[in-house]
């Protein structure tokens, strides 16, 4: 890059990254036009409008015009005179697919026949063992093939670059963050000749070269944090997606072999027990809502089929779902024969009913003695609901048949009176227990769908779905249609002194709620509270009368499920919380009570009762109620306390027991996103079983029985009899060192990452669509290299980035940029911009701010100075700092980045709050540098470039800092981190 200095002027701070105009969206793409569009037309269009027929003089199967493309449109939306397919209207999605084909261009692809690329051919014949060709100057066997190609051009390597170059190349290669002023000295001053080697072995040792590398490999796993914002955290998102990340970066930071790393994520379950890997397979993009049920379970077998094929053997099988593969040696038997085994392996515990969004399979992650606590726990859990119920119905048949003489039972009036309603809302009377799967949650329910009170009894604040409860609190969740109280009623009369807080408790969905403090019907305060929002403190005085109560209420807003409303509330000396946390899971305590303030819905029977004791004839409404089946009966005891004392004796052991074991089990147990054998359970994949060909794609018109297997062109065919569902076959085929695509496939994508093209520049598509290897011989000499290391990446690295076409200069001669003008032969070190993750990393690493600390849950506000890998990524959100700057679309495989200059990029830069706080961090972090400001100027030209400013670089800041004194380090700062030195690397 050109050394020049950097051009500030008074009262200007210019931003030399490049701009231009964005760029408009370009034609579909021929995969996606085999994927989406080809079977559409095939299949309702091309009978009239093909090569046979072409009714009304419009052909479909040939690129149309543009006004074509537009008649096109208007007649599959029904929106213009004529209405196709005449029959009736497309799916949605085949309308979209279409109407999105038409208006990029509407350009159709020759479909050549299966077998169109020989299935003998490279690159899927078996990697060969090259051997370097004899070639003037080359240190190296890598060096050798790349220049025996430049000489036959009449050119050679550019110069070695630099060493403070070097440094800042291989830094930001390896590891994504820039080297230390300090490092890049030490550099400098090694004179050894193996300082560069060196050098290379401590970058990859560091825990910064997997976060880097797990980065790249993130963008090929299609990865995301959460699938839509709207679900955040719900049962139905990849919440745990995080813990695969963490494995991934773990995982090359260890140097994991390569086939290992393959076999972990096809089928880590199988192999050692472990579900994380797996959730390679369980983060994928499969339109979760689809009303229909069967479509889901052949979409999600899709982007399984399509993800594994592009990731590890670099080839598009997802194009033969519908038919044989246009271009490639790939056919729809070789699709089928994949997908069933992902058809026999499930990521969904269950389908849900039709309308709603599925819930993602969560499994737990425990060790085996938490295992054997949990199944023991499940056990006592069992025996001690049996062993109350039965106390208790006994309890209550015996209370009835006093109740039949005509008198109440003694101990029943408290549930008497509650049955009646003669005390106001009915109780919430439902123990829940371990809410959320986690130790001491506990709470009441009611009758009516999602009223309850649920009590956190544990000192951390726990996460449920989209909620989180904080440590030791009450919560109360309203019914879809009417509100949830805690009641408290007076013992005597006089004034009490009311203090209450509310808070909504789920602020990632959802639109706030209502409250109100009731005495009895009277409305003493009321308000709402937006949506994450706190209501102010309540302080009042109330007089109350003996036997009156009051309510705290919380009334469901307009999204009712995501009301759930943290509360504090002191009457008098009476505290809510401190009585409810020793009387967890009751619904009744001392002067509380949880109601439901909706109608009291009661059968025939029961309001019989009550009509008959409303009217005076008390006998009649015992006798009555004494008949009611059990689960009606107002005789049916919700406390241990009415149990004769032999009973809760026996009970309070069973608790003790139970206590014990939830203390083996983590309160909040380790979930993971994976995939488990067996098709969806309730489905007709359940268990284990080949499946049949889906003709165009569709699975309600099969054809012949596919036994599971791996694609024929690559020596693959149908897996032996297996007793599971075959992923571990399939990951032991892809990972074998026989496999001709495995290690070719990962040995590129290492290359891409190191020169920004890779030898196949189409790092998932080696196939006929993607483009020609330009150095073969070369890709097959690193294939086997990586082989022979025990599939070590680190070393493949290593002989990389210690090659001399690695460490060559970026500039170009003349006669270079004449013959190669593309760099595709490699005559100079290429030139790149810093991706997403490594230029925001840069800012926080110049300002000083940056915090190493790695792994768990990603992080949401770009404010957060952590490592932009844990950054969450929302498939839904396509805006903010990453898209902005080209980060993976996470909703596809991506085998690499697009690199675009569009103005937003310089103003976020510019205007941003994140990069305007990192600047004057900087400009601090410059003025408390020790010494002179001369010195301070070179000390962050070293901090920023790795190099000290050229003598007119120093003066022009020098002049500058003493025009805008004080307050010119803040400008200088930020027009330095603006530069396009700052944003590239040489």
């Known amino acids: 890059m050109h050394r020049g200095f950097l051009a500030l002027a008074l009262g200007a701070i210019p931003l030399t990254l490049a701009l231009a105009a964005p760029q408009s969206p370009g034609q579909v793409s021929s995969e996606a036009f085999e994927r989406s569009v080809r079977p559409v037309l095939a299949e309702k269009c091309l009978s009239c409008h093909g090569a046979t027929q072409q009714l009304g003089g419009v052909r479909l199967d040939q690129t149309l015009s543009k006004d074509q493309a537009q008649k096109l449109v208007a007649a599959i939306g029904y929106t213009g005179a004529i209405k196709m397919p005449p029959a009736g209207k497309l799916p949605e999605s085949e309308r979209l697919a279409l109407t999105s084909w038409a208006q990029s261009g509407a350009v159709a692809p020759p479909a050549p026949k299966l077998g169109g690329a020989r299935a003998g051919a490279w690159p899927y014949s078996p990697v060969k063992i090259s051997l370097a060709p004899p070639v003037a100057g080359a240190r190296t066997d890598l060096d050798a093939f790349l220049l025996a190609r430049l000489q036959k051009q009449g050119l050679g390597f550019a110069p070695k670059a630099d060493k403070r170059t070097l440094i800042r190349r291989l830094s930001f290669d390896l590891t994504g963050l820039p080297p230390t002023p300090e490092r890049v000295e030490a ?293 879809p249609n009417a509100g949830v109280a805690a009641v408290w009623k007076a013992e005597r009369t006089g004034t009490v002194a009311v203090e209450a807080t509310l808070a909504d408790a789920d602020p990632a969905c959802g639109d706030g709620f209502a409250w109100e403090l009731r005495q009895d019907e009277k409305v003493l305060a009321s308000g709402k509270v937006a949506n994450g929002g706190t209501a102010p403190p309540l302080k009042r005085e109330v007089s109350v009368k003996a036997g009156e109560t009051l309510l705290l209420c919380v009334l469901p807003g307009g999204e009712y499920s995501c009301d759930t409303t943290t509360l504090t509330w002191k009457v008098g000396t009476d505290e809510l919380t401190k009585d409810a946390l020793t009387h967890a899971g009751q619904g009744s305590f001392g002067p509380w009570r949880f109601v439901d303030l909706g109608p009291v819905q009661r059968s025939p029977e029961a309001s019989a009762v009550v009509a008959a004791w409303k009217s005076g004839d008390h006998a009649k409404a015992l006798t009555l109620a004494a008949t009611l089946p059990l689960e009606q009966s107002p005789f049916l005891p919700d406390s241990d306390s009415q149990l004769s004392a032999a009973t809760q004796t026996q009970l309070a052991a069973l608790e003790r027991e139970r206590t014990a074991l939830q203390a083996q089990i983590p309160a909040v147990p380790q979930i993971a996103n994976g995939i488990a054998e067996g098709g969806v359970p309730g489905t007709p994949h359940e268990g284990v079983h080949d499946v049949k060909v889906h003709k165009r794609g569709r699975y309600d018109n099969l054809g012949e029985l596919v036994p599971r297997g791996a694609p024929v062109v690559l020596g693959g065919g149908p897996f032996k009899p297996t007793t599971g569902s075959g992923r571990r076959e399939l990951a032991e085929w892809i990972a074998s060192d026989k496999n001709p695509m495995t290690a070719r496939v990962i040995a590129n994508r290492l290359w891409q990452g190191h020169f920004g093209r890779g030898i196949v520049a189409t790092p998932s598509n080696f196939g006929k669509l993607g483009e020609k290897a330009t150095h073969p011989e070369l890709l097959d000499y690193l294939a086997r290299e990586l082989v022979q290391s025990g599939w070590s990446l680190k070393a493949l690295h290593k002989r990389i980035v210690t090659s001399d076409a690695y460490q060559q200069s970026s500039v170009p001669s003349a006669r270079a940029l004449a013959k190669d003008p593309d760099n595709k032969l490699l005559s100079r070190a290429p030139r790149r911009r810093l991706e997403a993750e490594a230029l925001r990393d840069a800012l926080l690493s110049a300002s000083g701010k940056l915090d190493r600390t790695p792994g768990g849950l990603a992080y949401r506000d770009i404010a957060t100075p952590r490592r932009t890998v844990y950054a969450m990524t929302i498939r839904s959100d396509r805006t903010g700092f990453g898209p902005l700057f080209d980060s993976a679309d996470p909703t596809n495989s991506a085998e690499k980045r697009t690199v675009s200059t569009v103005a937003p990029q310089a103003l976020y830069l510019l205007n941003s709050p994140f990069a305007l706080e990192q600047a004057q961090a900087l400009a601090a972090r410059l003025k408390a540098h020790p010494g002179t400001d001369s010195e301070r100027i070179v000390y962050a030209y070293k901090l920023l470039y790795s190099r000290p400013p050229s003598p007119k670089e120093l003066a022009l800041g020098q002049s500058f800092l003493a025009k805008l004194t004080p307050d010119g380090w803040e400008a200088y700062a930020q027009a330095l981190l603006c530069a396009n030195e700052f944003c590239y690397v040489d």
Not at 286 to 305: E, M, R
Not at 432 to 443: F, H, L, S
Request: hydrophobic residues 40%; negative net charge; aromatic residues 8%.
């Open 187 to 479: 550099f400098i001053k090694d004179t050894r000749p193996d300082a560069y080697e060196k050098l290379a072995d401590e970058l990859l040792a560091s825990s910064a070269y997997g976060e880097r590398w797990g980065r790249h490999w993130l963008d090929v796993a299609r990865y995301a944090d959460s699938a839509d914002a709207r679900g955040l955290g719900s049962e139905g998102d990849i919440s745990e997606a995080w813990r695969y990340r963490d494995w991934v970066i773990g995982a090359l930071n260890a140097d994991m072999p390569y086939t290992e790393f393959i076999k972990k994520q096809l089928a880590g379950d199988v192999l050692d027990g472990d579900p994380v890997p797996t959730g390679f397979l369980a983060i994928g993009n499969w339109g979760n809502g689809d009303a229909d049920k069967d479509k889901i379970l052949t979409d999600i077998a899709d982007d399984q089929v399509d993800t594994t094929s592009k990731a590890f053997l670099g080839l598009t099988v997802g194009c033969a779902r519908c038919h044989d593969h246009k271009f490639d040696p790939i056919s729809t038997r070789d699709y089928y024969a994949m997908a069933g085994v992902f058809f026999s392996s499930h990521i969904l515990p269950k389908l849900t009913p039709k309308g709603a969004g599925e819930v993602m399979l969560r499994i737990p992650l425990e060790t085996p003695a938490q295992k054997a606590a949990r199944e023991k726990l499940a056990v006592v859990e069992k025996q001690l609901t049996d062993e109350r119920t039965a106390a208790r119905k006994a309890v209550a048949q015996a209370w009835a048949r006093e109740a039949a003489q005509g008198k109440i039972p003694t101990g029943s009036e408290r549930r008497w009176q509650e049955f009646l309603a003669l005390d106001g809302p009915p109780t919430l009377r439902t123990t829940m227990q371990r809410v959320g799967d986690i130790a001491g949650i506990e709470g009441v329910k009611g009758d009516k769908p999602a009223v309850s009170a649920t009590v956190n009894t544990t000192n951390q604040a726990q996460r449920i779905l989209t909620f989180t409860l904080p440590p030791r609190s009450v919560n109360l969740h309203p019914s």
